[in-house]
């Protein structure tokens, strides 16, 4: 399991596995957010069996998956909500880590300047500053 730290609240991973759990809850996590579609994994890895072991680990799960095309307004709000609503820190996964940090990363835009977004990705061992057109769009929209 390689989680990786975006805030001290936020934690990304890859694909988790449902063996991975006990671990996820021991590190402190309380909510785990799936934002992998189940078409991307076999069976013993789609979210119903990821649920079932977070549930028996005591630990809130939400599934949210998401693709290019799915990564929209609604969505995003959604993903915000899921980490707002936790009773504390958040693991969200998918392939790499990746789109569980691009989503985190649009649901700070307006709220965080770009310069700090990047950083924070970044620090997280994400380098997203391809989404910088993107966040100073967010962010003036928003404005």
Not at 64 to 79: F, G, I, K, R
Request: aromatic share 4%; net charge negative.
């Amino acid at each position: 399991m390689n989680i990786k730290q975006i805030t001290p609240t936020y934690f990304v991973a890859p694909q988790l596995d449902p063996a991975d759990m006990a671990e996820v809850a021991a590190a402190g996590i309380t909510t785990v957010i799936c934002n992998r579609p189940d078409e991307e994994v076999p069976p013993p890895f789609q979210a119903d069996a990821l649920e079932a072991a977070a549930k028996a680990a005591g630990l809130a799960f939400a599934r949210l998956p998401l693709t290019h095309q799915t990564m929209n307004p609604e969505n995003v709000a959604t993903h915000m909500g899921h980490i707002q609503n936790s009773a504390g820190p958040v693991l969200a996964y998918c392939a790499s880590g990746t789109r569980s940090t691009v989503v985190w990363c649009l649901g700070h835009a307006g709220s965080m300047s770009t310069d700090d977004i990047l950083a924070t990705a970044q620090n997280g061992g994400y380098e997203l500053s391809n989404l910088r057109p993107t966040l100073d769009a967010l962010a003036q929209a928003k404005g």
